[in-house]
C-alpha cells in the first residue's frame, strides 16, 4: 500500500482504552512500514472536523479507533468518501466488531487487516426523526431498553456498571407499556402496546446482548424484534434468554425482516448505537452495502463477500 494512511482516534473511548488502542496500532503501522497521518478527537464535534481533513488528504484507508458510537457519528463522511475502513475496537460494547468477526482484544491484529483483510461492504442503517437523520451500525432500541441507555445518562452517580444497574432497577420501577403505533414497508399502522422494539442491522447491543439475533449486515434487510407488555417479574425472566439469544421463541416475543420501519408512541426515545437520536416518532431505514471495511480474511463474513 503505497499511500499513506489516515488514523483517526478517540482517546476517551471505552473509559480511555482508546488511548491504549491507538497507541498500539500505531505500532504495528510503523512496523509494517506504513506512512501514518494521525487524527485525535476528544470530542464528536473535533473528530466530524479532523474526519474532513483526514479525506482530504486522500489516504488509502482509514484506521478508526474507538466504539461503535465512535464510527456512527463519522459515517456520512467515509460513506461518501469511498474510502476502505479498518476498525480497531476500542468502546463499551463494540458489537459492530462482534458482528464481522473482528479482533476485539488486540489493536495489533486489527489494524493488521488493513494490509491482510478482506474489503466488504455493509450495510447502513438510518433513523430519520423530527428534523434529523442519524446514520446506526448495529441496532436501534425503542422502549424499555431505550429508556434505561436515557437513565444511565442522566445519573451522575454511581460510576462505571453500577451505574447502569440502578438505572435498570429505576426503569423497572417505573416500567409501563408504550403505546406503539407501528407501520413496516410502508404498510397500514398497527396499534399496540409493548415493552421495547429493536431494530437491527447486526444482532447485539449493550456489548454482546443478542437481542436480533440472525441480522446481517449484508443483506439488505432490517430485523425487527418487538416484545409485548410485560410485568416487571417476567421481563427479569425474559433476560437471561435475551442473553442467550434464545427469546425468539416465545409468545411474547415477535421477529420479522423489513426494508423500513416506522414507529411512533407518546414519551418514545430512540437510541442507535449507543446515543440518542430522536423521540416521539422516527422512520428506520437501511443504505444497502454502504460502508466498506475491512474483515479477516478466514471470517464467515468474509467468505460471504467471496461469493458474492
Known amino acids: 500500500m ?27 503501522l510503523t512496523e509494517r512500514g506504513a506512512e501514518v497521518r494521525v487524527y485525535s478527537g476528544a470530542t464528536a464535534v473535533e473528530t466530524k ?33 469511498a474510502l476502505p475502513v479498518a476498525l480497531v475496537p476500542a468502546g463499551t460494547g463494540n458489537d459492530l466488531a462482534r458482528a464481522l468477526h473482528l479482533p476485539r482484544h488486540d489493536p495489533s491484529a486489527a489494524v493488521d487487516l488493513v494490509f491482510d483483510g478482506t474489503p466488504r461492504t455493509i450495510d447502513v442503517g438510518e433513523v430519520r426523526s423530527g428534523n434529523g437523520t442519524a446514520p446506526f451500525l448495529t441496532i436501534a432500541a425503542l422502549g424499555f ?14 460510576h462505571g456498571a453500577l451505574r447502569y444497574y440502578l438505572a435498570l432497577v429505576i426503569e423497572l420501577v417505573r416500567l409501563r407499556p408504550l403505546r406503539f403505533v407501528v407501520a413496516v ?10 415493552t421495547l422494539i429493536a431494530v437491527g442491522n447486526t ?22 424484534v418487538e416484545v409485548e407488555p410485560l410485568g416487571r417479574l417476567r421481563l427479569l425472566r425474559l433476560f437471561p ?9 416465545r409468545p411474547e416475543v415477535s421477529h420479522r425482516r423489513a426494508r423500513s420501519v416506522s414507529v411512533r408512541a407518546p414519551g418514545l426515545v430512540v437510541y442507535a448505537d449507543g446515543e ?3 423521540e416521539h416518532e422516527c422512520t428506520i431505514t437501511l443504505r444497502p452495502r454502504a460502508l466498506t471495511i475491512f474483515t479477516p ?11 458474492d
Open 2 to 28: 503505497d499511500a499513506h494512511i489516515a488514523v483517526l482516534t478517540n482517546p476517551f473511548a471505552g473509559k480511555g482504552r482508546g488511548r491504549a488502542a491507538a497507541d498500539a496500532a500505531l505500532d504495528r
Open 49 to 81: 472536523e479532523l474526519v474532513a481533513r483526514a479525506i482530504a488528504a486522500r489516504p488509502a484507508a482509514i484506521v478508526v479507533v474507538g466504539g461503535d458510537g465512535t464510527l456512527s457519528g463519522i459515517i456520512d463522511d467515509l460513506v461518501a468518501a
Open 145 to 158: 431498553d431505550a429508556r434505561v441507555s436515557e437513565r444511565t445518562n442522566i445519573l451522575r452517580w454511581p
Open 185 to 194: 414497508d410502508g404498510g397500514a399502522d398497527e396499534r399496540r402496546p409493548g
Open 203 to 224: 444482532a447485539s447491543y449493550g456489548g454482546g446482548m443478542p437481542v436480533c439475533v440472525g441480522a446481517d449486515a449484508t443483506d439488505g434487510m432490517l430485523d425487527l
Open 241 to 249: 434468554l435475551l442473553l442467550r439469544g434464545t427469546h425468539l421463541a
Open 276 to 278: 440518542r437520536v430522536g
Open 297 to 307: 480474511p478466514d471470517s464467515p463474513a468474509s467468505k460471504e463477500r467471496a461469493d
